[in-house]
């Protein structure tokens, strides 16, 4: 075996070898620098792909960069900020904002529930209606009234735009449940959870402006005070 | 977020990495401006199509604004980026199956190429490279346009240097066999490229 042979075939040949590229880019520790210069000066080889490695380093560095639009970019990423921000309520940085985040699952959660809860009642009126019609003529004389949903005390129309969220928040806060409707024209009956006046919960119903409509069924009982 | 012009970029990214990590918009967008350019260059190895390029820089600082309070110093910022860069780039990369740098070497076992005639250099070391895996050339790219270390090249990667050392070997190898005159016989392409 010739000198040559034996120093490519040894660990150190090997090991200097992989390290090259380092050198070429001068990012190699002290220690590790003076180790390639001691082998290269003693191997063709290496010195050989030394040599190479410079002009693969030299053509990569000389290629053109491709000049983007950074300004146009930063827009886009801008856009998306703002989009998060938006939605989580808070310009801050992520850990904030997953806090911020809970709050709206929260909301989340609870405008399923309710929209839940409206189909919900909105099927039992639906079988009230059927069981009702079974269970009645199906013609009405010019002098009976329509039937009244048990428990109605309110009829309602909301804007068409409300949603089921905005609907079941207006009658929590005015304390009335959905016993029958929509009708073809839009009307709800409504009756009362709790013993909030049927005044009051017409008060508090009125003050909103996707409450179109709202009436009471039935004379307001006389005040004490009255004759 | 005004940064003292005196401060060194390594000095100037942290301060502004602090100031990201409050909310700092305006940090971000000065950040961003400082690295687009550099990751531009990086990411055009991953693909040519601007669009993806772009969405991959701004993947990457949509993770930068998240993550800026998690960042502890133990690399550089820049280190830090461009990793985050990488694993962005990667993932969008393994997406596209059909992406036009996705043959290897391997592939074409029996090609050569050498610039002749009016073959631009660069033209020919961009094809050469694109006949590379992805990694192979990343990390030919992190070492010879940017610089970095073998160490450094190990946290971008988020791999052990024996494995970066492996693939720059590798990368060497198949440009040995795919672009005989740059990687072995000098002949008169030094001066050309020079």
Redesign the interface.
Known sequence: MTHDRRIENSAEHHEV???L??Y?????AERDRQRVDAHVGVCASCR??L???R??????????????M??A??K???A??DAQAESGGS???????AANRLPWRGWMAASIAAMAVAVALLAADRWAQVEARRTQPNYRTVTSSAPRPQGEVIRAVFSPTITLVELQTILDEAQLRIVSGPTEAGVYSLASNSTLTVRASLALLRQHSTVRFAEGTSPEPASGNSP | MLVPAKNSPKERDSALLVAISTGDRRALEELYLSYHRRLARFLSRFTSRYENVEEIINDTFMVVWQSAKDFRNASQVSTWIIGIAYRTALKSFRRQKNHTGALSLDDYPEQTVDPTGDTEVSDWLKHGLSRLPVEQRLTLELAYHMGHSLEEIAAITDCPVGTVKARMFHAREKLRQYLPTLSGAPSDLSARIG
């Open positions: 070898s992989e390290l590229p380092w070429v880019n001068e990012t190699l050989e792909d040599a190479a490695q002009r693969i380093c030299q053509a990569i560095d000389a290629q053109p960069a491709v000049d983007y950074p300004v970019s930063l886009k990423l801008q998306r900020l310009l801050a940085p992520p850990k904030e904002q």
